[in-house]
């Protein structure tokens, strides 16, 4: 008798485990919320949410709105904007907005689940690309053309390109919070201590690799971190007059694998001379302000976007100098992007509080004069044109950065597949194969082929 | 099975022998009113747990499995796809679920046996101590205590970083350091010894156990002038059997569900050698945004935990003692 009744209680003890794993699908929502400082008053702002649902949005002024604000970002923008949300609050007293912050990694499962449960933030941090794309196909996202018409959001002088990077099939469903650009990150110092002339906008990638070999050579450090192909390959490709995915994002926009052999093996015998670390130190670095440039073992990184120069330099103490990407073709692979959006879902409640707080992002001098260029720089070209002589050296070597750029590049790719994110960590997988050593190049691109169009076929 | 009948008739027999009550037909009867008003009261007392199982427990599980015949991608509706997600698991479509299948498979047939043979030993050892047991219990509990939580997971990465306490303290011997989580030989051991660290609650349910071993037991085989290694192996294992089997059935259901240290520790890298099934399960889930293969993933999980547990089960009517018999 004891033994069946051990194996009842085993048998439910399955049951319920399997509960539990099974159950983390919804769960996880809950978890993930462990890591801001949100879920205190969610409840409170449902109950508000549906007790002043009938009086709408409308001026009264009395009423007490809570708005639901997310974003992903460093420490460092965590706290500018915890900074900007106050302003807001003080200027306007019945608008309380609430915080719901994390690193990149993480966001958009959190997103997704509050997607799934019909609980989106009012004021959301889109992500250009797949991402976008994914949340504006599935309807979830407001369009924002009335809230500009109407003058609710003031993009007045904007650029039209930048604009029409906020829209998704023509329709206008996330304002840029400001643009941005990848770039090849320089400690100057470095390279002249070793007696290294520092690169120029019009350098290849030989000049590229015979920089890194050379301070490799004289000073047994580093010369560039890793490249890692999610944007890199993307940019390579580019700056080969090819494109990641074609037109419709149902395959690849190359046909020549050769392409991705001449990237892997580029960067494999960087990897096997050392003058690129490979994954084993690459995959230990926690966070930008931990990046081997920071730390002086590096010279170079080819990784970072144009709005992560600021807190490279601040917290690396040295100079870091922004050049183009490396290659001929530089002004092809290079392109503009927003550094993120700002998008209102549809099952906000306060749609014109959100656009309101959206207008006062994008049209305030003194939001940028505490947040620089860390989301990109200002869309408005007034405010931009205000901010730049009020700013740190390092943010307006990022403007005139921007400018260069902006002069010297081709149109962001907007052609990204919603399952590009799955396509490009199958590239990694592959190109972590092959930086072991698991994998010859030529395998490794007859390979990604294989499993992209495998991915995008269904 | 044969003991288990021999068993129930001789409860049987018992029963017939020794009839405690004279008329046994008419005690239903009489208690049949008095029992369903109880029985209404014990149902509202314990709705709380019944409405929040159904709700929190019942409702998710079955809303997985129909999702794992579906193609969900978490924003939009789920769309109908049949067996498409069974069948893209086994027509070797997807290779990675192959590979964390392996590296599950590894992870919990190393570290289930370690995990168990370490806490029998702890408690061995802590069974013999006497004065301040209980601090010794506590303090041998507390890294399953934190075990699963990011904390310990934060910290293992530190001590097996690359300059973690690790290769500092083999750098102060003279000896050569390793990139431990870098490599993909080493990485899934670091995983294993911490799932081997975490042997609190396996070890105190074995020193209740070794408790329960009555002492007369020992005295009387060393009269018998019997050595404490042939002690251990004639008295103490076949006495803790039925522990030793409560403690694999669960352990191995713990070690077949690891999720926390893959996704902190090494989120699965370095090239996939740590990618823990249910870590694949979530990436897939909501990092590609494929739920309903997500779901799918889960019920074969559950599908491979339950046959385990019903091997081991099966396998202890071979191996594990009961007093009673």
């Known amino acids: 008798m004891k033994k069946f009744l051990l194996m009842l209680l085993s048998i439910a003890f399955v049951l319920v485990m399997a509960a539990c794993s099974s159950g983390s699908d919804e769960n996880a929502s809950g978890d993930s919320k462990g890591d801001s400082s949100e879920t205190e008053n969610t409840g409170d702002s449902l109950e508000s949410s549906g007790s002043s649902d009938d009086g709408g949005s409308d001026e009264g002024s009395d009423e007490q709105i809570t708005l639901r604000m997310a974003w992903w970002g460093s420490q460092s923008r965590h706290d500018m904007t915890n900074e900007i949300i106050k302003l807001y609050e003080e200027q306007n007293p019945n608008i309380k907005i609430q915080a719901e912050f994390t690193g990149f990694s993480g966001y958009f499962e959190k997103m997704a689940a509050q997607a799934a449960g019909n609980n989106l933030p009012d004021i959301m941090q889109q992500n250009f690309g797949e991402y976008v794309n994914q949340y504006a196909s599935q309807d979830l996202l407001e369009d924002l053309g009335p809230y500009v018409e109407s003058g609710a959001i003031d993009l007045e002088g904007v650029s039209d390109t930048i604009i029409d990077a906020g829209k998704v099939g023509g329709t206008l469903v996330g304002i840029p919070t400001g643009t941005n650009a990848l770039s090849a990150t320089i400690s100057t110092a470095a390279l002249e201590e070793a007696g290294i002339e520092v690169p120029t906008n019009d350098w290849t990638w030989q000049d590229f690799v015979d920089i890194a070999t050379e301070y490799k050579e004289k000073t047994g450090k580093y010369g560039a971190r890793l490249l890692e192909p999610g944007n890199m390959f993307d940019y390579y490709v580019r700056e080969q007059g090819y494109h990641l995915f074609n037109e419709d994002g149902t395959g690849l926009g190359y046909d020549d694998d050769q392409v991705l052999v001449d990237y892997f093996t580029m960067v494999k015998d960087m990897v096997d001379a050392e003058v690129m670390p490979g994954y084993d130190v690459i995959s230990q670095i926690k966070g930008l302000e931990d990046e081997l440039i920071v730390r002086g073992e590096a010279a170079m990184d080819l990784s970072n976007w144009s709005n992560q120069i600021g807190t490279l330099e601040k917290t690396a103490g040295t100079p870091i100098e922004a050049r183009v990407l490396p290659g001929e073709g530089n002004d092809k692979g290079m392109f503009l992007k927003p550094s993120m959006l700002w998008s209102i879902p549809k099952s906000s409640e306060y749609k014109e509080e959100a656009a309101k707080f959206i207008n006062f992002f994008t049209n305030t001098l003194e939001v940028f004069e505490i947040i620089g260029t860390d989301r990109g720089i200002p869309i408005k070209p007034e405010i931009a044109g205000e901010l730049k002589p009020t700013l740190s050296d390092v943010d307006q070597k990022v403007f005139d950065y921007i400018e260069y750029v902006t002069d010297n590049s081709s149109p962001a790719d907007t052609n990204f597949p919603p399952a590009a994110s799955e396509v490009l960590s199958k590239l990694e997988d592959i190109d972590e194969m092959i930086m072991y050593g698991e994998m010859s190049p030529e395998d490794g691109a007859t390979q990604f082929r294989q499993q992209a169009e495998s991915i995008l076929g269904n | ?325």
Do not use: C
């Not at chain 2, 993933?297 to 089960?313: D, E, H, K, S, V």
């Open chain 2, 1 to 325: 099975m044969g003991q288990e009948t021999t068993n129930l008739e001789t409860n049987i027999q018992n029963e017939k022998q020794v009839p405690i009550s004279p008329k046994p037909n008419k005690r239903p009867k009489r208690k049949r009113v008095g029992a369903d008003i109880d029985n209404r009261m014990g149902y509202l007392f314990i709705s709380p747990f019944i409405i929040g199982t159904v709700i929190l427990t019942l409702f998710p599980i079955l809303y997985s499995l129909y999702l794992s015949f579906t193609d969900f991608n978490l924003i939009g509706t789920p769309e109908w796809a049949g067996l498409d997600n069974y069948k893209k698991m086994f027509t070797g479509g997807d290779m990675l679920f192959e590979k964390s299948l392996g590296v599950t498979f590894f992870y919990a047939g190393i570290g289930v046996p370690a995990r168990l043979v370490f806490a029998l030993l702890v408690a061995m050892a802590l069974n013999k101590v006497i004065e301040a047991a209980g601090v010794y219990r506590t303090l041998l509990y507390l890294p399953s205590i934190v075990g699963g939580s990011i904390g310990v997971s934060i910290m293992w990465r530190q001590l097996f970083g690359t300059d973690g306490a690790l290769n500092s303290l083999l750098t102060m011997m003279g000896l050569p350091t390793h990139s431990w989580l870098g490599d993909p030989d080493t990485a899934i051991w670091t995983l294993i010894v911490l799932y081997g660290w975490q042997f609190g609650s396996s070890m105190l349910i074995f020193l209740a156990g070794l408790r329960n071993i009555p002492k007369t037991f020992y005295e009387a085989s060393s009269v018998d002038g019997a050595r404490p290694i042939q002690q251990f192996f004639k008295i103490t294992l076949p006495m803790l059997t039925p522990v030793i089997l409560f403690n694999t059935v669960m352990q191995t259901i713990q070690g077949f569900m690891a999720f926390t240290p893959s996704f902190i520790i090494t989120n699965g890298g370095p090239m996939n050698s740590t990618l823990l099934y249910i870590l694949y399960m979530y990436q897939n889930a909501f990092e590609y945004f494929k739920m309903g293969y997500g779901s799918a993933l889960a019920w074969f999980m559950l599908l491979i935990i339950a046959l385990f547990t019903a091997l081991i089960f099966k396998s202890s009517e071979y191996w594990v003692h009961y007093e009673d018999n």
